[in-house]
């Protein structure tokens, strides 16, 4: 039976694996020039099985598959709802071409890679057409040591954008070596090893265009690393000083590191659910598989903040410019404006990188890794490729950890992990033929029990009180200036300081981008210990300013029922400390149930994290139901790249929650 099913798959999806022979060791693939070889050239491992090749059969000894992703193309074009669904990108890239003035300088905003310069181009010449499939895909680069070099200076600000006719040219330099020798002398000079493989597709984009960086292993990984070791002073590569001297480590010593580790632990209930895997003590589990996603928040969330009273003013500010930088261009949608001032922050943070860091001394060239380099050029690839976001690793890393998560044979996992992904793209084809069998489209839009449609996004989610009860006497006052404004005839005759109301509260409202706010009613009968903090928002305030409160509940008031929140604003930020650091620090100080507001509940924009500027030790997490505090400072965090979902779980957890 298990025959005929897999049977039955292969005709209907026409998703067939595609086996050959490989080295034991993984040196190489016996196809092509290499497939009459039975013995590897660079190992010396036999290709063979000895015992079946003793009975005559040659069985190899190891097989990698392939997946054509052309049957799972065509898949999807024989779904009238999908095909629909393909012709997105070429429709959306002929209006760009259309409302784009010839002549112009680059798009007003940039989103997706719709928005790539050169992918533009070949629509625009009729190299893709409205039915060809742009298909993208990952693979690994290996970085070889070409030597050190010797050029003078060169500012970064003259730099141009990565040249197609350069490399070209550069390429057929280096293949015109006639020799080892000189070959070896032509790659140190032109910075190449050989032509790329993608040279033998027939339309790609322009190669070097065709490679943009990684910004999930360059921002999460690479820049975080490089700054922890300097910081911490365990950088390696000086001969002739000391890196826990160096005036910019500041978490050399032990005691304040460990102190640094415990600030971030005790930060973690501060974070929304949706902000993943929350950073943990990074003193402790640093070695202990700290996620690219912890290295995000910890770097760009936490520590412009944390690290102003620790880090020289100059070190700081060059923090705050590289941060600022990479928010910007971690965003889904990136205005000119906004490049612009990516280009300048990435610009100055890589200048003053130098200047501090390496000052001009030998023995800190060690510190001027290549990915500080690659930050200056990130503005350039966003006009060339498109939303940078859109085209990092994260979809594929999830991928991997979704399929490593289902390996049963552990004798031979990647075998199993092959088939495992056989499986999947089989099962992928299977949904695109016939969308009711995806039970996530099928869950897309089915609302929890109990749960409230408010129209444009926004969702009144349980719980919900049993019955309507009376409120607070500085509750019932903001309530009545509410309806006085929407509603007066329900405050005719009556005065503020004595008006009287019930309301029967909601906890939690789901959001447009598909995130749930909660509430204090319901998030206060967990101690702090226990919390994932999801009811400070930002919203839009009466006079248009916006605002970040905390949400004490939800609730539909008023003849009309009208949604809506009873929030306690936080303090204004400080200004001047948010434009110092280059817009990264926006704090607040919490002032308690002063100055309640009602708002509509569509007035709320976000859920962000308010993260106590000092995380004192004495505070018992596991007795503190206030969970804020009078007068004391928040700093906002934000989940860089939030929007986009092709990276993320399809909602925020607490929509699986049912209360």
């Excluded at 690219?292 to 020289?312: D, Q």
């Excluded at 280009?343 to 030998?362: G, M, P, T, W």
């Excluded at 319901?522 to 905390?550: H, M, Y």
């Amino acid at each position: 039976m298990l025959l005929q099913v897999k049977k039955a798959m292969e005709e209907l999806t026409g998703v067939i694996e595609h086996k050959e022979d490989m080295c034991l060791n993984g040196c190489l693939g016996y196809t092509g020039p290499y497939s009459h070889l039975e013995q590897c050239p660079k190992c010396g491992e036999e290709r063979y099985c000895p015992v079946k090749l003793h009975t005559g059969k040659k069985v190899g000894r190891q097989q990698f598959s392939t997946m054509p992703p052309g049957p799972q193309v065509q898949a999807v074009l024989r779904s009238a709802e999908l095909s629909m669904d393909m012709s997105w990108l070429h429709q959306t890239a002929i209006e760009i071409i259309a409302k784009t003035p010839a002549g112009a300088d680059g798009l007003s905003e940039y989103f997706d890679i719709v928005s790539s310069s050169e992918l533009l181009a070949l629509i625009a010449d009729g190299t893709i057409g409205p039915h060809d499939t742009v298909l993208m895909f990952s693979i690994d680069a290996l970085l070889q040591a070409l030597g050190a070099s010797d050029h003078p200076d060169i500012p970064t600000a003259s730099l141009g954008r990565p040249s197609t006719v350069q490399y070209h040219n550069h390429l057929q330099i280096l293949l015109s070596a006639s020799n080892d020798a000189q070959y070896k002398r032509l790659r140190r000079a032109t910075g190449l090893c050989k032509p790329s493989i993608l040279s033998g597709l027939s339309r790609t984009l322009p190669i070097p265009h065709l490679f943009p960086v990684d910004i999930m292993h360059l921002g999460c990984l690479n820049i975080p690393d490089l700054y922890l070791n300097l910081w911490r002073g365990t950088i390696k590569g000086a001969t002739r000083s000391d890196p826990r001297a160096k005036s910019y480590a500041v978490l050399a010593d032990e005691d304040e590191w460990m102190a640094h580790g415990r600030e971030v632990e005790r930060a973690m209930p501060y974070l929304p659910g949706f902000f993943d895997r929350p950073p943990r003590n990074i003193a402790e589990k640093v070695n202990s598989g700290y996620k690219a996603i912890e290295y995000k928040t910890w770097f760009y969330g936490y520590l412009p903040a944390r690290l102003r009273a620790r880090l020289g003013r100059e070190h700081w500010l060059q923090l705050c410019s590289l941060v600022r930088g990479m928010m910007l261009i971690w965003s889904e949608v990136i205005l000119k404006a906004d490049l612009h001032e990516a280009r300048e922050r990435l610009s100055y943070a890589v200048e003053k990188h130098e200047e501090l860091y390496y000052a001009r001394d030998i023995d800190n060239l060690h510190v001027v890794r290549p990915c500080i380099h690659l930050l200056w050029h990130l503005p350039d690839l966003v006009v060339l490729i498109g939303a940078l976001i859109v085209v990092s690793q994260f979809p594929m890393e999830r991928h991997i950890g979704d399929l490593g998560g289902q390996i049963r044979l552990h004798s031979n996992p990647y075998a199993n992990l092959s088939h495992r992904a056989f499986r999947r793209c089989q099962e992928n084809a299977i949904k695109a033929l016939h969308p009711p069998l995806d039970r996530m489209r099928r869950k897309h839009g089915v609302l929890p029990r109990g749960a409230l449609d408010l129209g444009d996004g926004y969702v009144l989610l349980r719980a919900m009180d049993r019955t309507s009860r009376p409120v607070p006497s500085a509750e019932a006052a903001t309530i009545y200036d509410y309806l006085l404004m929407h509603e007066p005839v329900l405050c005719a005759g009556q005065e503020r300081h004595s008006f009287r109301y019930k309301v029967r509260k909601w906890g939690r409202v789901r959001l447009p981008n598909e995130t749930v706010a909660r509430s204090a009613w319901k998030e206060q009968a967990k101690p702090l210990s226990r919390a994932r903090i999801a009811r400070c928002v930002k919203f839009a305030s009466s006079d248009g300013r916006v605002e970040i409160g905390e949400v004490l509940y939800y609730a539909r008031i008023g003849d009309s029922h009208h949604p809506v929140a009873v929030v306690a604003p936080f303090a204004s930020r400080n200004e001047e400390l948010y434009l110092d650091s280059f817009r990264t620090v926006q704090s607040h100080r919490y002032q308690g149930h002063q100055g309640l507001v009602v708002i509509q509940v569509k007035a709320i924009l976000s859920v962000v994290a308010m993260v106590p500027e000092d995380t004192l030790e004495s505070v018992d997490l596991h007795n503190d139901y206030s969970h804020f505090h009078s007068g004391k400072a928040y700093f906002v965090v934000e989940k860089m790249g939030f929007e986009v979902k092709i990276w993320r779980q399809p909602s925020d957890p607490e929509m699986d929650v049912d209360e």
